[in-house]
């Protein structure tokens, strides 16, 4: 009965990591990039509301230790299986989405990525860009950055755009 107890907290954990996980995939990845003080209360909500449905009435050092431990084992594997296996990656992390491709913005993406207009300026104009015109390509990362290289890049870097080449035909 008592090694009962640790099992439920092993898989209570593991259940409630996956959730998360999938909750925060279908609310949208440009809110992981930068989070408001909005994103951080409800972070802290969700673990405090989550904390019962891991160890129950477990409220020992122990339960917290297995409960950390299985979140610990659970997303050291979890990133080993993403790691070999990249369709994995893209079902939990997604793809990067090309926002603005030789100054013209994809609206189409726009709207899958669940951005504004005005969000997209603000992005080009911290990196520096004036205007969306301007921009050869942006691209939202699977991790909600974005990443706008422009003429003036090419000064900045021995990077080439080239590796990202893929993104015109894969996300139009």
Do not use: C, P
Not at 22 to 47: N, P, T, Y
Not at 94 to 119: D, F
């Amino acid at each position: 009965m008592f090694a009962n107890e640790y099992i439920n907290i092993i898989i209570s954990s593991s259940a409630v990591y996956f959730f998360i996980i999938f909750a925060i995939r279908i609310s949208g990845r440009k809110e992981l990039a930068q989070l408001s003080v909005i994103d951080l209360v409800f972070i802290l909500l969700i673990s405090n509301a989550v904390q019962n449905a891991m160890v129950g009435q477990n409220t020992s050092l122990v339960g917290g230790l297995v409960a950390a431990a299985t979140l610990f084992v659970v997303n050291f594997i979890l990133k080993q299986l993403m790691y070999r296996f990249s369709k994995l990656s893209n079902l939990i992390q997604g793809q990067e989405i090309m926002l603005i491709y030789n100054g013209v913005l994809n609206e189409k993406n726009l709207k899958r990525a669940r951005m504004s207009i005005n969000e997209i300026q603000e992005a080009v104009r911290e990196h520096g860009v004036s205007e969306i015109k301007d921009v050869d390509l942006a691209v939202l990362e699977v991790d909600g950055n974005i990443s706008i290289l422009s003429d003036n890049y090419k000064d900045k870097s021995v990077k080439r755009r080239k590796s990202y080449k893929h993104l015109e035909h894969s996300n139009n």
